[in-house]
């Protein structure tokens, strides 16, 4: 596609239920970056791979928190045991190679109730 | 650490006012700064981005100065229209070698009325 694609646009998960957010990057853009928007801030960094690569995962607020890009392509951010903290809209933007502009998908929006 | 402050919103304003919308950091080294705007229903959009001191950046009749002195990254419009709210978020990159990683402010709100 043209642009970042963010699945699902929004997700509604029960408390202790475990989540998957899928990123589809532009093609051929090697960055790829996370982020949790909450309600009213700033997005806040989470995760960055490089190819398949995860070489930052400072952002990653517990260890219930997974990021992977298996192929080096697509993304997948995994939650378990969701928390109602976990509520936010998680962010995707992937960029052609380190330091240059990075797209951000339209997000998913999750509920956690 | 590394942080990004805005002024609080939101911001109302007639069409064909002038903003100005504050932005100042704290950072280690020589961070590049970025404003990005976030239209209702879309996802986050580079609007302008400077990397060095002095540097001007500039798009759509907006514009920014990186200001090393006053560690400000001020947005400024002329004459503001409807089309233009929104909600912006300036944001600064770690310098040369860094991977990309942005810092994000808390985001303004603008809201122009005819």
């Known amino acids: 596609g043209a642009g970042v694609s963010q699945s699902p646009r929004y997700k509604v998960a029960k408390r202790g239920q475990d989540v998957a957010l899928r990123c589809d990057p532009i093609?051929?853009?090697?960055?790829l970056f996370w982020y949790q928007q909450a309600l009213g801030q700033g997005p806040e960094f989470l995760t960055y791979?490089?190819?398949?690569?995860?070489?930052?995962k400072s952002g990653l607020p517990s260890d219930r928190f997974f990021a992977e890009r298996p192929e080096g392509s697509v993304s997948t951010l995994k939650i378990q045991r969701t928390q109602q903290e976990d509520s936010a809209v998680y962010l995707c933007?992937?960029?052609?190679?380190?330091?240059?502009?990075?797209?951000f998908g339209q997000g998913t929006r999750l509920t956690v109730v | 650490g590394n942080s990004v402050t805005q002024m609080e919103g939101p911001v109302t304003l007639s069409e064909e006012a002038f903003l100005t919308i504050n932005c100042t950091y704290t950072?280690?080294?020589?961070?590049?700064l970025f404003w990005y705007v976030q239209y209702p229903g879309e996802g986050l959009q580079l609007l302008l981005k400077?990397?060095?001191?002095?540097d001007k950046g500039s798009n759509k009749g907006f514009e920014a100065t990186y200001r090393k002195e006053t560690t400000s990254f001020h947005l400024e419009k002329g004459s503001v229209q409807v089309s233009d709210s929104a909600v912006y978020f300036c944001?600064?990159?770690?310098?040369?070698?860094?991977?990309?990683?942005?810092?994000f402010g808390q985001g303004t709100t603008l809201q122009v009325k005819p």
């Open positions: 093609s051929g853009h090697v960055s």
């Open positions: 950072a280690t080294g020589y961070p590049s």
């Open positions: 933007a992937s960029s052609f190679r380190m330091n240059t502009e990075a797209f």
């Open positions: 944001a600064l990159s770690e310098g040369s070698g860094n991977t990309g990683k942005l810092i």
């Open positions: 791979f490089q190819n398949e690569a995860q070489l930052d």
């Open positions: 400077a990397t060095k001191a002095d």
